[in-house]
């Protein structure tokens, strides 16, 4: 199985500022037939199931507010939230989906400071 | 709206049977893979089976195999997990789940993200 690792577990942050949140997998998830990184980033808010934010790395999913976005590639992953707001509050996870079976990272809590 | 809601949870005790269900509504059900993942309670997301489409494939965790078997009706707009043999170890909130990409194709199976999300159903394995 592909193991993903998130980094850090948790993280405070001060509203207005920027929050990065790193994924990072055991293997390659760039498919080199399409050049494209098999990677999601999902958010979850307490008592509620998890969120799409990003697919394919860093195709933002329709609705999610543009201060979300995805970069990396091959095993490097990061999600930045430009400028945290009161409602981002949440605990974040990354997503393989190259190899079977599909595989999410520890999660990432992020908080205001 | 594309919706998603899951029934079946509840309290069983080892060694015990569930079924769960998840109803689907607002897109094409039948040409949708769907996925169910689950999450112990303070963990993370595990994914625990897949089925395609037309219901003619399906994988599998490897925790699950033997116990666990995804199914599906597509006159009903229904996916289901049938829960056997369960242990402590299954206690988690079960989610069904989407996959918009899934296809196979001559040369292999492609897998997507799981968007949207039902609320999840509560499985509590405990005597």
């Known amino acids: 199985d592909i193991v993903m690792t998130q980094s850090p577990d948790s993280l405070a942050v001060s509203l207005g500022e920027r929050a990065t949140i790193n994924c990072k997998s055991s293997l390659s998830v760039l498919y080199s037939s399409n050049n494209k990184n098999y990677l999601a980033w999902y958010q979850q808010k307490p008592g509620q199931p998890p969120k799409l934010l990003i697919y394919w790395a860093s195709t933002r999913e329709s609705g999610v507010p543009d201060r979300f976005s995805g970069s990396g590639s091959g095993t490097d992953f990061t999600l930045t939230i430009s400028s945290l707001q009161a409602e981002d509050v949440a605990v974040y996870y990354c997503?393989?989906?190259?190899?079977?079976?599909?595989?999410f990272g520890q999660g990432t809590k992020l908080e205001i400071k | 709206e594309v919706q998603l809601v899951e029934s079946g949870g509840g309290l069983v005790q080892p060694g015990g049977s569930l079924r769960l269900s998840c109803a689907a509504s607002?897109?094409?059900?039948?040409?949708?893979?769907m996925h169910w993942v689950r999450q112990a309670p303070g963990k993370g997301l595990v994914w625990v089976a897949r089925?395609?489409?037309?219901?003619?494939?399906?994988r599998y965790a490897d925790s699950v195999k033997g116990r666990f078997t995804i199914s599906r009706d597509n006159a009903k707009n229904t996916l289901y997990l049938q829960m056997n043999s369960l242990r402590a170890e299954d206690t988690a909130l079960y989610y069904c789940?989407?996959?918009?990409?899934?296809?196979?194709?001559?040369?292999?199976?492609?897998?997507?993200?799981?968007?949207?999300w039902g609320q999840g159903t509560l499985v509590t394995v405990s005597s």
């Open positions: 789940a989407r996959d918009p990409l899934g296809y196979c194709s001559g040369g292999g199976c492609s897998w997507g993200w799981f968007d949207p």
């Open positions: 089925i395609n489409g037309d219901g003619s494939t399906t």
């Open positions: 997503q393989q989906y190259y190899g079977t079976p599909p595989t």
């Open positions: 607002g897109f094409t059900f039948s040409s949708s893979w």
